[in-house]
């Protein structure tokens, strides 16, 4: 594999890139990097921001240097490729019903599948979470199966609902809150995946492992009645590796 | 009684902001925090606060608010504004306050600031902060998320914003020479990450070229219009990374987009360049047709520039001194009352 890059991002930020492509390798010796970073407490790193093929280290001048830094990074970059990244295991409820899943049909179309065909497929890959961005506690989950390697829509949405579940790209995203977008909405979920009460206040992480479970529209309504109470608490099935 | 400013007018875009919320991007949470965080600093050191509490963020057209508390110790920094204090119940003709200097508001009293100029934003402390709880470790104000300040968005009439403390402490007010707010010729920026997402004339047109800054622009990014940037056959959508404060992202259009306090964490735009730590502040305070240009620099040379900055603060923080009203020279008064006075206070002084 070839060596990671150092490039500049100004005077507070470095970012250690590791290739250009979305990638299960890629993206485990990205989150690896994170660990040990934060693990090795470096003075006048800021935080770092795992995305799908770099780590982004932002810094504080006045504590740190970028030349200090990459001195400091270089030996953490051995024996990445081993690394297990450890994350939890988590099974989703989310109802693709036609009037929450807003694209579900057109997205049959597109992929040549039916609907059910569609449902069954998303629902059940294991997709990662390979980085969190664009709103506080959206997730990117990749992994799903080249049928839904689609283009994002060509007018966007100005509101998507809060909760919905979106492919694009071979990928998803859950919207945590209402927010513009032009990913293709297949379900709703009833689950919070943002809350600012709770520590962290995001539900998943990078590295966390993600399938969903169908939910009929009645289901979705109980399950949303609940969350609105704050009595819906959902746990990670597990963890892996 | 709970000590507290009562917003009558909201002005234009006013939020509570603070030094911003670093350590939850990984979240996807934006750092946010103020635009200008030199005259935020100075409006908190004339206070008398520690430079980081959080204070009024006035976009173009500040607010007008009343004094519900016993007293409260104000100072204003950044743009120039008319500040004007009311009396209660509109009695008497009321009092003008300058800017970059400490005042004392009474009960009652209600405090109009007007619009803006010389930047395009101003900051409002208050002596003691307000009472309002942080989110994730900052007051600051994330208003599409609905994160932080004020119920997480811009003030609104008849919002009431309370106040850690119920009185302004007894002392002298304060003043600082106005620190220079003056944008740099050229703004500089570090080449990168993405420089090689541009063709070589591309990044020439990024350095010879005078950019003017857009309507469309907000806390997020400021848009830039003027000669469009050329991609190189690597096209401008990149997998997403990273984006820092000052990241310049340019999408298809070729029109760089500076990214700032409420930039978003993460991002599929290539980004050609980053402007440099210590010249944010002077893009916060920039106005729509303002007139930017870039200068290449090296990674040393941004550090050096923020460390400089570090120390231009610290240098206004030692400045302040106490206020010293020149007299008066209008001829008629000081025969009607300095002249007379001062005589009297001459020797009442060498009395004592």
Redesign the interface.
Known sequence: MAPPRF???????L?V?FG???DRGLSARVLAL?QKLEAAQLAGV???????????V?YD??QT???DLQRAIAPLLQGLEAAEIAGRRWRIPACYDASLGLDLADVARRTGLDPAQVVERHSQTSQLVY????????P?LGGLPGEFALARRENPRVKVPKGSVAVAMSMSVVYP?ESPGGWHILARTPVPLWD?RKG???LL??GDQVTFLPLSLREYELMLAKAAADALVLTPEGHHP | MTAALRVVTPGLMTTLQDLGRPGYQRLGVPVSGALDQVSFRAANLLVGNGQGVGALEIAYQGPTLSVEADSVRIAVAGGRAPIDVLAPNSAGSGRRIAPWESARLLRGEVLSIGALSGSAVAYLAVEGGFAIAPKLGSQSTLTRAAIGGFEGRALKAADVLPLRQAAAAERDEVILPSFDLAPPKRVRIVLGPQDDHFTPAALRTLLASTYSVSRASDRMGMRLEGPPLEHSHKGYDIVSDGIALGSIQVPGNGLPIILLADRQTTGGYCKVATVISADIPSLGRLTPGARIAFAAVGIETAEAAARQLASDIAAMAASISPVRRPFLIDAKRLMAENLVSGVVNARGGGDA
Do not use: C, I, K, N
Not at chain 1, 131 to 138: E, I, R, T
């Open positions: 490039l500049p991002a100004g005077d507070t930020a970012v890139e250009d492509r979305v994170a800021v935080e770092a921001v795992p995305t799908f093929r770099s780590l982004m932002h001048p006045l240097s970028q030349r980085m969190m961005g664009f709103l506080p506690g959206l990117y809150q600012m962290p206040p995001a992480a990078a």
